[in-house]
């Protein structure tokens, strides 16, 4: 039994989705298809739990799907004996709703910051793009995230940052103009989330070009470097939107067969 003093990571699961032209994420079993011309997608926040902090590296989509809210990712954290209150540090990759909109909620009739002691970390200039887009999806995100800037701790980041000794932050772009790479790395642990440019485990030995992305060519060179990189440094890779192994390792190499992918449990403590 690992002991809850140690680092560990875990995913938040907040479901599995069928998700169509018309972005609305619509809740379905984990083994069941997406409906057809959609995508099947799950969404799984994570918790890094050290001593000293508790970071989420994106923190899923709150109320904006079928049948989520904030009482999802809070039912996760009670499991590992932790509130609202402890977490102290979200990363956002980027800010696609699906991955911030955990960050507030209306779930009392008004808007109400999800983990109020939070310092949120985003990049400086996408959250600037984000903030003159009008709207922001629809006209309730746009209260979302108007919400969120005024009362969220937010902090920016720059193109290359390491806010925290054992985090650093680099823009890679790809799937939008100022995706991050998210890189934990406390000299036991190391761990590697790239959002949606490595979104899942099946994404890593596929070399293509999405038409979901905003650079689409960035998006296939990033993957390509940021697999190298967690591969020769040795990073557990976060798989975002994996509905079935958000977490593994690549433990060997091979020019005909690509990566050989071992899967990680999420450490759930008891």
Not at 10 to 16: I, K, N, Q, V
Not at 71 to 78: F, K, M, T, Y
Not at 128 to 154: G, S
Request: glycine letters at 8%; one cysteine or more.
């Amino acid at each position: 039994m690992k002991s809850l003093q140690q680092t560990y990571a875990s995913a938040l699961y907040e479901g599995t989705f069928s998700v169509g032209l018309d972005k609305k994420f619509v809740r379905i079993s984990n083994d069941e298809d997406a409906v057809k011309g959609a995508l099947k997608i799950s969404l799984n926040p994570f918790l890094i739990h050290t001593v000293e902090r508790k970071y989420l590296f994106d923190c899923g989509i709150g109320e904006f799907g079928e049948d989520t809210g904030p009482d999802i990712i809070l039912g996760h954290l009670e499991q590992h004996g932790l509130t609202e209150f402890d977490i102290t540090d979200i990363f956002a990759s980027h800010l696609h709703y699906d991955h911030i909109g955990g960050l507030a909620h209306k779930q009392h009739g008004y808007w109400e910051l999800t983990f109020p002691d939070a310092k949120v970390w985003v990049s400086r200039k996408g959250w600037q793009k984000a903030m003159n887009m009008d709207p922001y999806y629809d006209d309730e995100k746009t209260e979302f995230i108007n919400f969120v800037d005024a009362r969220a701790d937010l902090h920016f980041l720059d193109e290359e940052d390491q806010p925290y000794p054992e985090v650093t932050v680099h823009k890679i772009g790809g799937h939008t103009e100022f995706h991050q790479v998210l890189l934990f790395d406390d000299g036991n642990q190391k761990y590697l989330q790239a959002g949606d440019v490595i979104a899942t485990k099946s994404q890593v030995n596929r070399k293509f070009a999405a038409k979901y992305d905003f650079d689409p060519k960035t998006s296939m060179k990033q993957r390509t470097e940021l697999t190298k990189l967690a591969y020769e440094k040795g990073y557990t890779i976060l798989g975002y939107h994996d509905d079935t192994t958000p977490f593994f390792k690549l433990t060997s190499y091979s020019d005909k067969s690509g990566y050989t992918t071992q899967n990680l449990d999420s450490y759930v403590p008891s």
